[in-house]
T-cell receptor, first 111, second 107 residues
Framework: NAGVTQTPKFRVLKTGQSMTLLCAQD?????MYWYRQDPGMGLRLIHY???????AKGEVPDGYNVSRLKKQNFLLGLESAAPSQTSVYFC??????????FGQGTRLTVV | GIQVEQSPPDLILQEGANSTLRCNFS?????LQWFHQNPWGQLINLFY???GTKQNGRLSATTVATERYSLLYISSSQTTDSGVYFC?????????FGAGTRLTVKP
């Protein structure tokens, strides 16, 4: 039972490049979330999804897009990366509003 | 939006000491979780505690939802307890985090 798996674990992008972060969960959870963590600021919610085919904006959605085509996967896209998007990205899933579980994180550097 | 405040922001202890971390939130919530982020960045679930008291070994947590706060107790601290402790509240469709308490346990 892998839980929540994020791909990749590390990535370096040049300004203006695009990329997609993949989150996969094997717990049949309905809710999935994407967060970013910056030094000294805790975790901030980017986007979330309450079910397959649905997504919604969180606190800091600008510059990101998401898709939830399959229940087990939640993708986070950066269309044109900026240095301000250098951060550690975490994905999480939960059964409705009950206990959430996190992936191991993706460290992204935009140069 | 809901405000989640954790105190203290930093805490330094000698091994064996006890500590209490606090989480205040500004509105009614569906549930509350405590996490430990270890020095390698991994987020570890400690407690799912919308109300009441739970204990797990040296750690225990209490949430008083009607008064909008939660407490995390660490007894007989060990160096492996070092890291950042976060509380997170669930508003129904999303989950918001406090800024965390950074705990350093010295041998």
């Amino acid at each position: 039972n892998a839980g929540v798996t994020q791909t990749p674990k590390f990535r370096v992008l040049k300004t203006g490049q695009s990329m997609t972060l993949l989150c996969a969960q094997d717990m049949n959870h309905e809710y999935m979330y994407w967060y970013r963590q910056d030094p000294g600021m805790g975790l901030r919610l980017i986007h979330y999804s309450v079910g397959e085919g649905t997504t919604a904006k969180g606190e800091v959605p600008d510059g990101y897009n998401v898709s939830r085509l399959k229940k087990q996967n939640f993708l986070l896209g950066l269309e044109s990366a900026a240095p301000s998007q250098t951060s550690v990205y975490f994905c999480a899933s939960s059964y409705r509003t009950i206990e959430a579980f996190f992936g191991q994180g993706t460290r992204l550097t935009v140069v | 939006g809901i405000q989640v405040e954790q105190s203290p922001p930093d805490l330094i202890l000698q091994e064996g000491a006890n500590s209490t971390l606090r989480c205040n939130f500004s509105d009614s919530v569906n549930n509350l979780q405590w996490f430990h982020q270890n020095p390698w960045g991994q987020l570890i679930n400690l407690f799912y505690i919308p109300s009441g008291t739970k204990q797990n070994g040296r750690l225990s947590a209490t949430t008083v939802a009607t008064e909008r706060y939660s407490l995390l107790y660490i007894s007989s601290s060990q160096t492996t307890d070092s890291g950042v402790y976060f509380c997170a509240v669930n508003l129904g469709h999303d989950m918001r985090f406090g800024a965390g308490t950074r705990l350093t346990v010295k041998p």
